[in-house]
């Protein structure tokens, strides 16, 4: 059900079907509220639901160079013993201690930099939360709720972008169930990164706007290779409003649930 809606975010796509998600920041739009992203209409809307059960957590995670090595390579391209391997956004990666878990580049990595900030290709499977669904899994094998109540309702809340970041929350990602904490728990136990979070509202328009490679990274998973693509609904780390949080689909919206 779409309540409303606030400005628009303009992006290009081809495409009808995509991936959605939940942000980290809340809108001060009123009390239950939160915003995730579809692709099907490039605007913003708000719609019910902090506890729906259909939306996926997605980690951004950050790790050593040392414990990646590029998709359909073995080993990462050759590195000069003083420096480190560049990695440009998009690229895809996967973890060298579990290959199947992949990722994409979030962020830009030069040759002076010894970690690199990667996107989960897929969100995490709500079984146990310790690995990522297979490209053609649905949403009965990764939604989740966000939280089990909006712990955020009492603060003072931004009115608009930069909103107010969930994943440094204590309350939010303390709570064993919450996305937060099964972003960081994931990231930490079967990453060997030293912490995990959600993507924030800020992060994803960045990419939304960037252009058709980065749209897919953020809307659904895009094999570079085949040029398949494959949609998916997740939390976004921004909260939006007294109980709402944004979220990510893969028809390119981002929304505001209850």
Known sequence: ???????????YSNKSYGLNYW???????????????NAER???????GISNGNIGVRPVIEVSKSSITK?????????????????????PVALKS????RFYVLEDSDANTETVTLLAKTCLNNTDYSSQVADTATRDDYGCAFSTKSYWENETLPTNTPYFNLNNYNPVKNETVSAVYRA???AVTNCGATEGRLLTYEEAKVLYNEGMISSYMLC??????????????YWLGSA???????????????????
């Open 1 to 11: 059900m779409i309540w409303g809606k606030a400005n628009e975010i303009t992006q």
């Open 240 to 258: 939006d409003g007294k109980s709402g949080v944004h979220t990510m689909d893969g028809i390119k919206r981002i929304h505001v649930w209850l």
């Open 98 to 101: 579990n290959p199947n878990e």
């Open 42 to 48: 490039e605007n913003i809307d708000i719609m019910y």
């Open 184 to 186: 960081n728990a994931y």
């Open 71 to 91: 998709a359909g390579e073995g080993n990462p391209t050759t590195e000069n013993p003083t420096t480190y391997t560049t990695y440009r956004k998009g690229a």
């Open 220 to 233: 659904g998973q895009f094999d570079l290779d085949t040029g398949s693509y494959t949609a998916m609904d």
């Open 23 to 37: 942000l980290s920041s809340v809108f001060a739009y009123g009390k239950n509220y939160m915003w995730y992203v």
